[in-house]
Structure formats: C-alpha cells, structure tokens
C-alpha cells in the first residue's frame, strides 16, 4: 500500500511545492478568505452553483476553491467526494502535496465526520493493488495536511487513518487471488494481524473442526484439497465497558465456483471476492484494536473453498450442523449459510450482547439493492438497529432493511430435514437470512454485502474491485455504541 503521511498544521509554508491547496468557501467565511488571498476569484456563482474555481501561479502550486452556499450545504459525503477528485486531480498532475483549508470547520453540525474525512478519503481514493505487477506505477500522492488554528483536531485524524488503513487491509484481502489466499493462508494472515494490531487469534484446524461436529464447514470443504480453518479473534481492553462480547462473524469462502451446482464463468469470474465478510471482520478487528476501543469484541471466520472436487457434497446430502440441527442440501451454491450456521452456532456459548454477521451471501441482494447498499436484516431491538442504519448513513455505508417475518421460514422447510438450504427464487435474500435466523439464540444483525463487497468499475473512493465495505461502518456503530448502550440502562 502506497504510504501517505496525514499531518495537521496551522499555517501553509511560505512556498509551495508540488501542491494542490483545496479551499473552501462559504458565505460565513468568504470576507476572511478574501483577506489572505489577493487573487481571490469574484464569480458569485461559487456559491449560488456550489461552483469550482481553480488558479495556478506556477507550475508547483494549484489552487481550488470549493464554493458553498453556507456551511449547512456541505454534507459528509459531498466533501468525500470532492476529496476524491483533488486527490485524483493531483495525481493526474502527478503533485505530492495536498492542504485542505476550511476556515471555520468546527462550527460545522457534523464537523467531527468532516475532520476525519480529511485523512481517511485520501487514503482510500489513494488506494492501489498492484504489487503483483512487474511494473509499478504508483500514484504520486504523498502527504495531506490539513490547515487548521485548532490542532486539538489531530486525534480525529489519527483516528480516521487507522480505520482507513484497517478497511485497505481488508481490500488487499478480497483482492488477493485464490491461490495466494486459500483458507489456510487466511488463518496465517489473521494471526499476523493479531500479532501486529494486539488481538488474540486462536485457529481450529480440520481435526478440531471435525471433533466440534461442524458439519456445515466440513461438508462444503469436501471438494477442496486445502483443509478448512475456523479463526477466533478477540480483543478484550482491561476495562471494558460491555459485561458480555459483540460478536463479528464474516464469511470466509476464499473461492466459490458453486461446488457441483457449477456457476456459470460470468457469475464465477468475481468469486475470490467471497470472503468479503470474513476481511471486513479483519479490517474491522484491526480498526479496533488499533483505536482502543473500550469494547470486548470476538471475531469469528469459518473458512473453506467451494469447488466440484471428487468427494464434493451434493444435492440432496443431508448434513448436521454444530447445533444438531439436520440440513438437506439443494444447492451446492448456497454454501455460505451452511458454514456461517456453524459460526453463528458456536457464538451462541459467548452469551453475546450482539452478533453481526457479514456475507457475500446472495445475487438476491444485489438484485434488490446493487452495488450501492447492504440489505440488512435485525432481530436485535429498535435501538440498535436504528443505531447501525444510522451508523450507515453517517460513513455512506448504507443499508435497505429487509423483514424477517415467520412466514419466511417455511419457505426453507424440508421434507426429510430440518432446514433445506435453499428456498424459492423470489424473496432469496430474506430466506437465506432466515435459514441463519435459526442458529441464532442472541440479538442478531445480518449484512448482505454482495452489492457492494466487490465493484467491476471504479467508484470515487470506493475505488474498483474490493472496498473493504464493512470496516468503516462496524468502527463507527461500535464507537457510537455506548450512547444507545446508556440509554438502556
């Protein structure tokens, strides 16, 4: 990952080098910027058109001036995105400096979001994979500073960058290919990351596997010839303010080509992408521990490939989840729920506060939603619930909930099991959540990021390919926990 520095000051340096300066311009603030800048542009549109207006004295220095009509106009994600096009724009100039100056910042309603969009936007927009590459051309941003007479700002950058670092980690994850990342090399990279952001992990190999009677994990693992690995992560401060843990639980299948119930090559092309959830949980465990959050968070990752190999579970298998629960398999494709029904099992012996599971897990789901939201469903309180869509809407990590009613789950009854694996095709991402319902004995949050896990074309800062969709938004639920968490008491 290109390294860029994030530093705050409280005045720009008497010359510029290699340097876009990003302003902007409110009517609250417009007589102050008049004042520092002779050359100041005088269009009125600026505000009226929400106009940008650059100028370059020399070819070292750009200067853009973002106009708004008051400081109310300027939404979080708005700023992200003109964020992301200074970023682009300066390396297109190939520059390797970047101010971003905007007077009067603090006197914003959500100024907090705007300050740690500052640091995390370029880094993400920064982003690239290609270390696999022979050539490299790396983008030529290199520090961002962000100008400011209050340097008690500093922490909510700081804040900021690890997430922002933690949600690239998770990129590289769903980017790397299945050969350089099986189940086993998952396991190996999570106790990597404990070891250098301060989580425990613990790995059950296959043996340990087969002693828990995981049935779900092992018979979707039949067909590979890399063993299956159940990761543990956990992180608990020396005082934390949660008496019980939230649980994480993220899909892991580091490669799906639908088992026997074969996908297609258009639908298969995309599948190293389908351990999504289990690099968010990652992303999301370094983020954490990394800002020292004061909760007591477990991570959970059940890990296999799914391919059509000679011992392959097939249609109408009926295997035997880790609760006991009996499940005629239909479709070798819906794979997912059958190892996170393991998971989500064996999280019920914490006696969880909460458990949020993520998953690649339907095409239904990006039918209903695209790329643009996870569909979400909850059988946790109102609170809550209202507590991550909120959470959501603040990183622009949002969510479309989706009802878990009962009449759902006999549309997955089966006629010689307890479950069936799959239900009809209308309504596929609700039943594939409600077949997970099941195993679940504590609050429950389920987050079906098939749509946005994995882009086929750049999107701003989301960028192409994975976009660690899940760090940014579990970090900011779960630092924003304990004002719900209060109001219960």
């Not at 009677?213 to 690995?229: A, C, D, Q, W």
Request: proline share 5%.
């Amino acid at each position: 990952m290109n390294h860029i520095n994030i530093s705050i000051i409280n005045q720009f340096p008497q010359a510029f080098e290699k340097s876009l300066i990003a302003v902007i311009v409110t009517q609250e603030n417009v007589d102050f910027l008049k004042s520092l800048w002779k050359n100041f542009p005088q269009n009125p549109e600026i505000f009226t058109k929400e106009k940008s207006i650059s100028i370059q004295p020399n070819e070292n220095e750009c200067i853009v001036f973002q106009g708004y009509q008051h400081f109310k106009d300027l939404e979080p994600e708005k700023f992200r995105q003109h964020i992301f096009g200074w970023v682009t724009r300066l390396n297109k100039m190939e520059f390797e400096n970047l101010y971003i100056y905007f007077p009067g910042i603090e006197n914003h309603p959500q100024s907090k979001l705007l300050i740690r969009s500052i640091a995390e936007v370029p880094i993400l927009s920064n982003y690239q994979y290609i270390h696999l590459k022979t050539k490299k051309e790396w983008n030529s941003l290199k520090n961002v500073y962000f100008v400011t007479e209050n340097l008690n700002w500093e922490n909510e950058l700081n804040i900021a960058t690890n997430v922002a670092k933690s949600t690239c980690i998770a990129r590289d994850l769903v980017n790397d290919p299945p050969n350089l990342l099986d189940s086993v090399i998952l396991s190996q990279k999570a106790i990597e990351l404990g070891k250098k952001f301060g989580f425990r992990v613990e790995v059950f190999e296959k043996s340990r596997i087969e002693s828990l009677k995981m049935g779900g994990l092992l018979s979707v693992n039949l067909g590979s010839k890399v063993p299956p690995t159940f990761s543990i992560l956990e992180w608990k401060p020396e005082h934390p303010k949660n008496d019980k843990p939230i649980v994480l639980v993220g899909k892991g299948i580091t490669f799906d080509t639908g088992g026997l119930s074969l996908k297609p090559f258009d639908a298969m092309s995309t599948m190293k992408c389908d351990m999504a959830g289990a690099a968010a949980v990652l992303g999301a465990m370094c983020a954490i521990t990394s800002n020292n959050l004061p909760y007591h968070v477990i991570g959970l990752i059940p890990s296999t490939d799914n391919r059509p190999g000679e011992n392959a579970y097939t249609p109408n298998d009926v295997i035997t989840i880790y609760d006991g629960t009996t499940v005629e398999v239909l479709n070798t494709d819906a794979e997912g729920r059958l190892i996170l029904a393991d998971a989500l099992a064996f999280a019920n012996q914490y006696e969880p506060e909460l458990i949020i599971d993520l998953a690649t897990l339907t095409g239904a789901a990006v039918v209903a939603v695209g790329d643009m939201a996870i569909a979400m469903m909850s059988t946790a309180n109102h609170d809550v619930t209202e507590q991550i869509i909120k959470a959501g809407f603040e990183v622009h990590e949002r969510m479309v909930q989706f009802p878990l009613w009962d009449e759902y789950k006999e549309l997955i009854k089966s006629d010689i099991a307890d479950l069936k694996n799959v239900g009809p095709r209308s309504g596929g991402a609700i039943t594939a959540a409600k077949f997970l319902q099941h195993f679940v004995k504590y609050p429950w949050i389920h987050l079906d990021i098939a749509g946005p896990a994995f882009l086929n074309s750049p999107d701003s800062y989301r960028g192409k390919n994975g976009t660690g969709v899940g760090v940014r938004l579990l970090y900011h639920f779960l630092e924003t926990y304990e004002h719900w968490n209060k109001s219960q008491n």
